[in-house]
């Protein structure tokens, strides 16, 4: 099923459940059961518009390196899952909304010739409207659960030149408050 934001957010508060491509693909949202846990792949797309894709400077593996592709693959089992098809390239969703379109990552620039400020907004809007949508989500579970986890998973490139040894699976604890969270940490 196709979903406009306003439609998934309404689906969401009437606690429904319900698999859905939302806002023309930019991502989709599976939820089989309101459980006290989400689970996003949130750098899972390589998806560029149109437009854009031909303004990119980087070709395909340089976009790779930094995509997380596959990861809505570790997250197809959840109850709740939430899976960005765009490239992070277009919007970055671990930035803010005023720094998650990219003229330079990594080093590299991104657009052979600067995006428009109509382009830029595209994106930003695209960014906002899974943050809305991730909004009501945590927003009902918080209504329904004394607590709600959000696991987000990513991926690297582990065999960059030099990596040196690099763990098969890393699980990113720095920005948690591992005084409050320490047991389920550990679990």
């Known amino acids: 099923m196709e979903l406009d934001i306003d439609s998934c957010v309404a689906m969401i508060r009437e606690g429904k459940a319900f698999d859905a491509s939302v806002n ?17 792949a949130i750098h899972n797309g390589h998806r560029l518009r149109p437009g854009l894709l031909e303004n990119c400077a980087l070709d395909d593996a340089q976009r790779l390196r930094e995509e997380d592709l596959w990861t809505a693959d570790i ?18 969703l671990n930035r803010a909304p ?5 003229e330079e990552a990594w080093g ?3 657009w052979k ?8 907004a595209a994106s ?15 927003e009902k579970l918080e209504s329904l659960h ?3 986890l959000a696991y987000d998973v990513h991926s690297y490139n582990c065999k960059r030149p030099g990596m040196g040894d690099v763990p098969l699976f890393n699980i990113g604890t720095e920005q948690l408050n591992t005084q409050r969270w320490q047991m389920v940490i550990d679990q």
Do not use: W
């Open 24 to 40: 023309d693909g930019a991502f989709f949202v599976r939820i089989k059961d309101y459980a006290h846990f989400v689970c996003t």
């Open 75 to 92: 997250a197809a089992n959840m109850p709740i899952t939430v899976v960005a098809n765009d490239s992070r390239y277009e919007y970055d």
């Open 98 to 102: 005023a720094t998650c379109v990219y």
């Open 108 to 110: 590299q620039a991104v």
């Open 113 to 120: 010739a600067p995006l428009s400020e109509a382009e830029k």
């Open 124 to 138: 930003v809007a695209k960014h906002n409207a899974l943050y809305t949508v991730l909004g009501a989500l945590y």
């Open 146 to 148: 004394p607590q709600v």
